[in-house]
């Protein structure tokens, strides 16, 4: 959702800001650009397109100076074009702005602006910001840039340079995520960790409505009535490596299999001796988990899909009624939230714009909010009372695989803990309950070794142009993330249905060009109702891929494909069935062509609402 990466410092701007660039081309990939403070005057280079792109067919690199900021643009407000593509600048071309996020009240403003004779050259709403904090500047611009934001209705994360005053890089948020990175005799501004990660890993975390004037040597941060606020500086753990392909094609094909030491990671630190060690992390008494009568979840996307799994486990091992809920949708009723009721919020970037708005209306209700983000420090984490961090490292590929995999991981932990604490679970079942756990690494790497055997059938099928995704039970929620993960990378139309439900309506569309994609596991739940619906599709010429349980003999003589899982326990069935389909939507993107680290009309950390 737009990228922003300035820099200060001693060395060139434009090499670093560019490869801080590509490093947050997930955020937006319509077009980009960089100014540069040269010569006491301001330099820009922007256009259309992806950055290495740009950069072959009008050199950003050439920009000299030693202060800058530049954006990766996923369009909000004007179209796709070289005029609306950030930075934008005033009439003058002394002061140049990059900006994430939407100004609510930009028409209003433009008016104004335009009204005093200021002259306006895109269609965004943030050229507004720039000749506001123009039409404020007396001499100072951090004032001028307070007057600015004081104005504005909305969400920006912005960096803005004058070459009235060369030798400061500003910096603003509300709502749009932006951090600060600390370097030595230099310093950065990024939306997102992965852009700075190899030139420093301290960062601050600028918070709503903070300004930062940042020079070469130090960073001072106001509020918005101009009063300095001392921050904190947070080491980073993630190390720069993690942030690049490591000799994959993509990094979506690099984060599917980097799950096994994901799923590792997550996990580590979190069992002892047959128990969950979770208490320390969550911080609640026994008295508290006992009372906790409902939990509200609140995700979108992806996310949401690993929330309808929790809610499978949450309800079967710990007793706890779930809702699950699109957090776009959460504010928009009038929720009704009563002091047993927990509100459980899963996002990797913690940057949802959506699932922000939800936590922040459960808090208004007086929930406690426990969150799943894989972001730390990120504005999600920050707002929650308690944070369970994913460990899946710096998820740069847009369509989300391994966060998945592992916000199940916590959900799983979460559950079992509960379970346990709550009495539904004794010493022996958490004992075994690991047990299952501690085999998945090891049994995911076995789906990911039969790489070749499911690009084979990929290739069976990149060329349709609708899908049907089947799921029962636990592996409902499966369904429909294989689907999204189709649609997302191959523009092919998916859908997914909890298999009972294709009788009542989606059983028309099925034909012989209709690839049906069934979970169909083997358990003593759903297994035989699931070979029945198969059953129906085939009944009307449908074809059918199963995602089935190694050594199931049974299956094979009612579907078309098969695509294996090893056993494990009914509950964890969903960390192994999602890895296939993964794979096939990756595999099915590349053969028609497309770059599933970047599809069309997509950003990640979606920070508008
Ligand atoms: C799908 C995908 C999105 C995200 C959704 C929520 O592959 O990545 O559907 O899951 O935008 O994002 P987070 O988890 O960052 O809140």
């Known amino acids: 959702m737009c990228g922003i990466v300035g820099y200060i410092g001693e060395k060139k701007a434009a090499p670093i800001l560019i490869k801080g660039l590509k490093k947050l081309e997930y955020r937006g990939y319509d077009s980009a650009g960089i100014a540069t403070i040269d010569n006491g005057k301001i ?7 992806k950055i290495d792109d740009i950069e072959k067919n009008i050199g950003l690199k050439s920009l000299d100076g030693c202060v800058g900021i530049s954006h990766c643009r996923w369009a909000t407000h004007g179209k796709v074009s070289r005029e609306n593509a950030h930075p934008h600048c005033n009439f003058e071309k002394n002061i140049s702005i990059v900006h994430n996020g939407i100004i609510e009240n930009y028409t209003e403003l433009k008016n104004k602006l335009e009204s005093k004779g200021f002259k306006f050259c895109s269609e965004t709403d943030t050229e507004v910001i720039v000749h506001l904090v123009d039409s404020y500047y007396e001499g100072d611009i951090k004032e001028a840039v307070i007057k600015a934001l004081k104005e504005i209705d909305g969400s920006y994360a912005l960096g803005l340079i004058s070459s009235k005053d060369p030798d400061k890089l500003i910096a603003a948020r509300k709502e749009s995520p932006l951090i600060i990175g600390i370097g030595e005799k230099e310093n950065f501004i ?11 890993n ?16 130090k960073v001072d941060v106001f509020d918005i009535n101009g009063s300095k606020i001392k921050k904190k500086v947070h080491k980073i753990e993630w190390d720069a490596e993690q942030a690049e392909k490591g000799g994959y094609e993509h990094f979506m094909l690099k984060e599917i299999f980097e799950q ?4 590792s990671e997550t996990v580590e630190g979190r069992i002892s001796n047959d128990e969950i060690t979770l208490k320390k992390e969550i911080g609640l008494t026994k008295e508290e988990i006992k009372k906790i009568r409902r939990i509200i979840v609140v995700a979108c996307g992806t996310s949401w899909h690993a929330g309808i799994v929790g809610e499978f486990m949450l309800e079967e091992l710990a007793k706890i009624p779930v809702e699950v809920e699109y957090a776009s949708e959460f504010r928009y009723r009038d929720p009704i939230i009563d002091d047993g009721t927990m509100v459980i919020a899963i996002s990797q970037s913690g940057e949802t714009a959506d699932t922000l708005a939800a936590i922040r209306e459960a808090r208004k209700k007086k929930a406690k909010i426990i969150s799943i983000v894989n972001v730390i420090g990120s504005a999600i984490a920050r707002e929650s009372d308690i944070v369970l961090y994913t460990k899946a490292g710096p998820e740069i590929g847009v369509a989300s695989t391994k966060a998945f ?14 379970g346990s604490i709550r009495g539904f679970i004794d010493k022996q079942q958490v004992k075994n309950r690991i047990r299952d756990l501690r085999m998945l690494p090891l049994q995911i790497q076995s789906i990911l070794d039969e790489k070749n055997y499911i690009k084979l059938h990929a290739k069976q099928f990149y060329h349709k142009k609708n899908a049907l995704y089947l799921g029962r039970g636990i592996n409902y929620p499966i369904a429909l993330e294989g689907a999204l993960k189709l649609k997302e990378v191959s523009y092919i139309h998916a859908e ?13 569309l099925i034909d012989k060009e209709m690839p049906i994609v069934v979970v169909a596991t083997k358990d003593n739940r759903t297994y035989k109702k ?18 089935v349980t190694k050594g199931d003999k049974e299956i094979g003589k009612f579907v078309d494909h098969n695509l294996y899982v090893p056993k494990n326990s009914y509950i964890l069935t969903p960390l192994l069935a999602v890895i296939p389909l993964q794979m096939f939507a990756y595999y099915i993107a590349v053969m028609r062509g497309n770059d599933p680290d970047y599809p069309k009309n ?7 609402e």
């Open 202 to 217: 301290k960062v601050i975390y600028l918070d709503n409505e903070e300004i930062a004037l940042i020079t070469k040597d």
């Open 43 to 49: 330099a820009i280079k922007k256009d259309i397109g």
């Open 260 to 263: 096994p030491k994901v799923i």
């Open 405 to 418: 995999t592992s916000q199940l991981i916590v959900l799983y932990l979460l559950t079992v803990y509960f």
């Open 190 to 200: 990024a939306s997102d960790v992965p852009a700075i990660l190899n030139k420093t």
């Open 602 to 608: 997509l950003a990640k950390s979606v920070c508008v």
């Open 530 to 547: 699931v070979l029945s619906n198969i059953q129906e599709v085939k009944a009307r010429g449908g074809i059918v891929i199963a995602i």
């Open 496 to 508: 997914g249905y909890p298999a009972a439900e294709m009788k009542h309506g989606p059983i028309a």
